[in-house]
T-cell receptor, first 118, second 106 residues
Framework: GAVVSQHPSWVICKSGTSVKIECRSLDFQATTMFWYRQFPKQSLMLMAT?????????EQGVEKDKFLINHASLTLSTLTVTSAHPEDSSFYICSALTGTGASSYEQYFGPGTRLTVT | GQQVMQIPQYQHVQEGEDFTTYCNSSTTLSNIQWYKQRPGGHPVFLIQLVKSGEVKKQKRLTFQFGEAKKNSSLHITATQTTDVGTYFC??????FGPGTRLSVLP
């Protein structure tokens, strides 16, 4: 199946600094990638949809100036958490979409990045 | 916005027993997907259902999409310890339900 990688797998940063997380589709091209956030023992919360060559679409309540998304190529999307604070500590997971059309696709997830802000 | 709910939130079964989780949407869905997330892992795509009343099987797993395309179910026959994890449904817009956490006692 399709493989999606994320880097780094975990990161610890100080409050006020910025952190960049990379999401790559390794063996397929993805025009659409997603960024999710997951708290312990909770479901995935969709943060934004990343489209190659255009601006990301953010879900309601997600600060676009804080969570910067760049989908620079068909295999790479990045999420930058700017001026991170302890409440940003979470598990961030990306996914990439394969297939075509609204009724024929599969979503493959990266392994996730655990961010801890001290 | 579109919301999907799942029941039960938790399910503990003895190995060999069957298990079913239900997903319900407040609106009609064009499609629904199911995912499994093992403890400490990331979600893995299981299947997508598109047609009204559709039933698909994957070995011991049976997926069903309701006639009104507002609900779906995942049934596991004769659970095994490898089935442990959280099962999520997701509707269009890639919004995930809260998930059903399954534990299987050997």
């Amino acid at each position: 199946g399709a493989v999606v990688s994320q880097h780094p797998s975990w990161v610890i940063c100080k409050s006020g600094t910025s952190v960049k997380i990379e999401c790559r589709s390794l063996d397929f091209q993805a025009t659409t990638m997603f960024w999710y956030r997951q708290f312990p023992k909770q479901s995935l919360m969709l943060m934004a949809t990343s489209n190659e060559g255009s601006k990301a679409t953010y879900e309601q309540g997600v600060e676009k100036d804080k969570f910067l998304i760049n989908h620079a190529s068909l295999t790479l999307s990045t999420l930058t958490v700017t001026s991170a604070h302890p409440e940003d500590s979470s598990f961030y997971i990306c996914s990439a979409l394969t297939g075509t059309g609204a009724s024929s696709y599969e979503q493959y997830f990266g392994p996730g990045t655990r961010l801890t802000v001290t | 916005g579109q919301q999907v709910m799942q029941i039960p939130q938790y399910q503990h079964v003895q190995e060999g027993e069957d298990f079913t989780t239900y997903c319900n949407s407040s609106t009609t869905l064009s499609n629904i997907q199911w995912y499994k997330q093992r403890p400490g892992g990331h979600p893995v795509f299981l299947i997508q259902l598109v047609k009204s009343g559709e039933v698909k099987k994957q070995k011991r797993l049976t997926f069903q999409f309701g006639e009104a395309k507002k609900n779906s179910s995942l049934h596991i026959t004769a659970t095994q310890t490898t089935d442990v994890g959280t099962y999520f449904c997701a509707g269009e817009g890639f919004v995930f339900g809260p998930g059903t956490r399954l534990s299987v006692l050997p």
